[in-house]
């Protein structure tokens, strides 16, 4: 494999030091913005308890973690170099026990049930291989009312999506219908999207 392709392989699970890049520069730039436009959908209200699923580099955990002031959010994610890097940047989080990043799989999170008020996942599923069962584990952890929010850079309508899903093994990009009728299976009551193609981006709140 070469270079480019590995560096393109990384967005899936980043590894070695391609991944210790990639992920550093998924903290900041376009990747921030988003996420504080994601954010925006579903205000805190400052003592949640959140899950970040394929928590990456951490930097939305920091975010989180300052809009629930007397919270906590924990991360997960199947990458060890994105556990590194999260462990590092919220080291004073963790060490004030209001965080937790947790090497684990979507489709099997390592938390009891009706943990979270909160559960996000930013920029990712586009990787999740088996999306009902993570839609359901996510349900799981959730308590009742509780709110799960999907922010994508992609709305799944565009046809620049396709570039990436040629490239990188393993990636779908979802439109909003797609999120919602697998959201709907997985038992969650109430779905709502802003599917905001001027800007080819998507944010899906699904609440238990």
Partial sequence: MGVIS???????????????????????????????????????????????????????????????????????????????????????????????????????LPFGDAVFDRVTAFETVYFWPELEAAFREVHRVLKTGGIFLIVNESDGKHKKSTRWTNIIEGMHVYTGEDLRVVLLRAGFAEVEMDD?????RLCVKAVK
């Avoid at 699970?13 to 990639?22: A, D, Q, Y």
């Avoid at 520069?25 to 699923?53: I, R, Y």
């Avoid at 905001?196 to 080819?200: F, K, P, T």
């Fill in 6 to 108: 590995r560096i393109f392989a990384n967005t899936r699970r980043p590894e070695g030091w391609i991944g210790r890049v990639m992920v550093a520069g998924m903290n900041g730039g376009s990747h921030a913005k988003l996420a504080v436009w994601g954010l925006f959908h579903a205000p805190f209200q400052g003592d949640e308890t959140v899950l970040d699923c394929g928590c990456g580099g951490g930097a939305n955990i920091s975010r989180m973690l300052k809009l629930c002031g007397n919270g906590q959010v924990h991360g997960v994610d199947y990458s060890p170099v994105s556990v590194e890097t999260s462990r590092k940047v919220n080291a004073k989080a963790i060490k004030a026990g209001r965080c937790t990043v947790t090497e684990g799989d979507a489709a099997d």
């Fill in 196 to 200: 905001d193609e001027q800007h080819d």
